[in-house]
């Protein structure tokens, strides 16, 4: 009879790595499911039930009370900002990352050099000479005012993730491209742009993430009402359902299911899109 192969610690199943994913799945599904349960609460119901049962007499009262609060308004905002700054950061990273890639001059050195000093710059170090500018410009309160800032301080990050991509572009590409005749322009959108399609999904995900949820800038630079993106106005829904809790959960639902849906359909691109060129 042969010998049993002795058990190798490989196959050993690891208990202590399985009971902390449990206890990491728990402590990020509960506050979510916490969130879920008590929007759709009745206000009459939310001190007398236990806050993590299911509603016993589930309605969407509190989602109609928000909608009626002027949500659309601030929701279009919302799209209005991040789409805008977000086309226009692609726009101008790509290109940017296109000449630091194939350029390798003093300029395109120097360039990428200044970008990355942009990473190390906080927004809140900068808010009193942003908020100056926009005063001097006249975009005070406006949703320009909002878009402005978001292009400057998402370029950055964006050019060094399209860069780190495109530095794993083969350069055969480029020269076969280059023999017939290609321009510069035509290499950009007809060869790295469809090869970069994970990095620009990564980059534009990334950045509408950050857009949408900013709240710095909107408390700042703008006054009006009718001007208010997404995060201002969950600060401000709490001050008008101070007592109504369900109401301010389901504003909260209201303004993360956008997120939720640009994760799922960009998600199997994220992690290969931030990764590239890191592996060298």
Request: hydrophobic content about 55%.
């Amino acid at each position: 009879m042969a010998a049993t192969q002795p058990t190798r610690a490989n196959d050993r199943p690891n208990v202590l790595g399985g009971a902390f994913g449990w206890f990491w799945l728990a402590v990020t599904i509960v506050p979510i499911y916490y969130i879920v349960v008590t929007s759709l609460r009745p206000r009459a119901d939310y001190y007398t039930e236990n806050p993590l049962s299911w509603p016993s007499n589930p309605t969407l009262d509190a989602y109609q009370e928000v909608l009626d609060a002027n949500f659309g308004s601030y929701f279009l905002n919302s799209v209005i900002v991040t789409v805008s700054s977000v086309v226009v950061v692609v726009a101008i990273s790509l290109m940017a990352a296109y000449v630091v890639v194939r350029n390798r001059g003093t300029f395109s050195r120097r360039l990428f050099n200044l970008l990355l000093l942009g990473i190390a710059i906080p927004i809140q170090g900068t808010i009193v000479p942003v908020y100056y500018l926009i005063i001097q410009i006249g975009l005070y309160d406006t949703l320009w005012a909002l878009i402005l800032p978001s292009i400057a301080f998402a370029i950055p990050i964006t050019v060094l993730i399209l860069v780190n991509f495109l530095r794993d572009v083969p350069g055969e590409l480029f020269e076969a491209m280059r023999v017939d005749g290609a321009t510069d322009w035509r290499m950009l959108w007809q060869l790295v742009v469809p090869l970069s399609r994970p990095a620009i999904i990564t980059v534009a995900i990334y950045d509408a993430l950050n857009i949408w949820n900013g709240f710095l800038f909107p408390l700042i630079l703008t006054q009006s009402s009718d001007k208010r993106v997404l995060p201002l106005s969950l600060w401000s829904f709490q001050g008008s359902f101070s007592v109504n809790i369900p109401a301010v959960l389901a504003a909260v639902v209201l303004s993360v299911l956008p997120l939720l849906a640009a994760y799922a359909i960009g998600r199997r691109q994220l992690v290969s899109g931030l990764t590239a060129g890191f592996s060298k």
